[in-house]
């Protein structure tokens, strides 16, 4: 594979994910990143095969069922940032879809938010809508895009 840029859809990454993961793309952006949000589909799969340097993911589709659906994006772009799916769902999906824990909402929203008090290093991370009971302790927090 020659190239700098690779511009395709999710099916060609899907049903050429083992071209595709040859080469070491410098960045690679994924827009509607709802697409990945079930870990476990051979679409997130393949996308998640596909080696970067940079990876960024775009959507404009809040996260509407499960927190592990945002855990399934954020693996993709911070991999390891919100731990494994088993930590993140007992820490944080669990309580906050489950117990509705204000608590954990609030600590959950303060580490996508604002993430430079977790890491030394700075993420731009915003979550910026919230549909559903996904987080519903949260949910009159949230910010708009303006």
Known sequence: MDGDILLTSYGV???????LKKKRWQVVVIDEAQNIKNKDAAQSRAV???GADIRIAMSGTPVE???GEFWSIMDYTNKGYLGSTKSFKE?????????NDARVAEK???ITANPIKQLSVIYPIR????NGPCLP??????????
């Open 91 to 99: 820490n944080y999906a669990d309580p906050i879809q489950i117990a």
């Open 13 to 19: 990454a899907r049903s050429d994910a083992e071209k």
């Open 48 to 50: 998640k095969s596909i």
């Open 108 to 110: 959950f929203r303060d």
């Open 137 to 146: 302790a949260a949910r009159r927090h949230s910010t708009r895009r303006r």
């Open 65 to 67: 069922n499960r927190l």
């Open 127 to 130: 979550l910026s809508r919230i």
